[in-house]
């Protein structure tokens, strides 16, 4: 178990070291590092994957105060630096893609490559906000009930097999942890108009279930990065497709890093 202080957090990250190009990997909303484990198994020890618990989530020391995934991307290249690692493949999961793509507008000589997975360029749909809210709102006052659960499971990670220890991780975490990290969440700012400035190559994976991000948005997302070598349709996955499909995922998330190595 390993901690970074960076940037006022206690930053939990996992790294499996050797001389492989590095590969960073962040996660989706509700979820950490663990999400991973599939890619992890697949990746190491040809590739030096580090995966991180991000603020509000997992183990890392969290000091509740209001942040954006422009902050959150500062924390990822953050433990870059702290790790000693010039440059890396920078890979995330919806909320993990957010951070990812801001970091290589931040910094785009330490990013290498991106993989984006589930993830978009835009704001919040404004249609869903209010529901998105009450779930929020419902959670900060009575906690992560089995309704809420389910309900929040379906939209983040699409196969019930999982929901169980996802949700006890869920009842483990301070209720008040969803207020700053649903807020990013929700108000996050649209860098759509940005994605012109990233050049280096990037490839997209996408659940054709997702109902959190439809897949046309991932489409577009490709369309607009000119280094995107393309989408990859995860068949019959929702939102957290690496998770749920890695027979989907790994092998062409393997032959990309290979390019780019």
């Known amino acids: 178990m390993s901690y970074a202080d960076i940037n006022g957090q206690q930053i939990r990250f996992e790294d499996s070291g050797g001389s492989g ?19 992890l198994e697949a990746l190491a020890p040809e590739f030096r994957v580090i995966t991180w618990d991000e603020r509000g989530f997992g183990e890392t020391q969290f000091d509740g105060q209001p942040f954006t995934y422009w ?12 790790l000693d690692i010039d440059r890396a493949v920078l890979g995330g999961m919806s909320q993990g893609g957010f951070l990812s793509l801001r970091a290589a507008l931040l910094a785009p000589e330490r990013v290498r490559a991106l993989v984006l997975i589930d993830t978009d360029s ?38 019930p097999v999982l929901y169980p220890q996802w949700i006890a991780k869920w009842r483990t975490l301070p209720r008040e ?20 400035e990233i050049t280096c190559p990037s ?22 990065l000119s280094g995107c070598t393309g989408v990859v349709r995860v068949e019959g ?25």
């Open 71 to 82: 902050d959150s991307a500062r924390d990822c290249l953050g433990l870059l630096d702290y």
């Open 237 to 261: 996955a929702g939102h957290a497709s690496n998770l749920t499909h890695p027979e989907q995922v790994n092998e062409p998330l393997l032959e990309f890093l290979r390019s780019v190595n």
């Open 21 to 39: 190009q590095a590969v960073m990997l962040s996660h989706g909303f509700l979820m950490d590092h663990e999400m991973f484990a599939p890619q």
């Open 177 to 196: 942890n969803l207020r700053a990290p649903g807020d990013c969440l929700f108000d996050r700012d649209d860098v759509t108009d940005r994605l012109g």
């Open 122 to 159: 835009g704001p919040e749909d404004p249609d869903r906000l209010p529901a998105y809210r009450q779930m929020q709102q419902t959670w900060l006052e009575v906690g992560p009930v089995d309704e809420l659960t389910q309900t929040v499971a379906n939209l983040i990670i699409g196969d």
């Open 203 to 224: 490839i997209v994976f996408h659940g054709t279930a997702d109902v959190s991000i439809e897949i046309d948005k991932a489409e577009a997302l490709c369309r607009a």
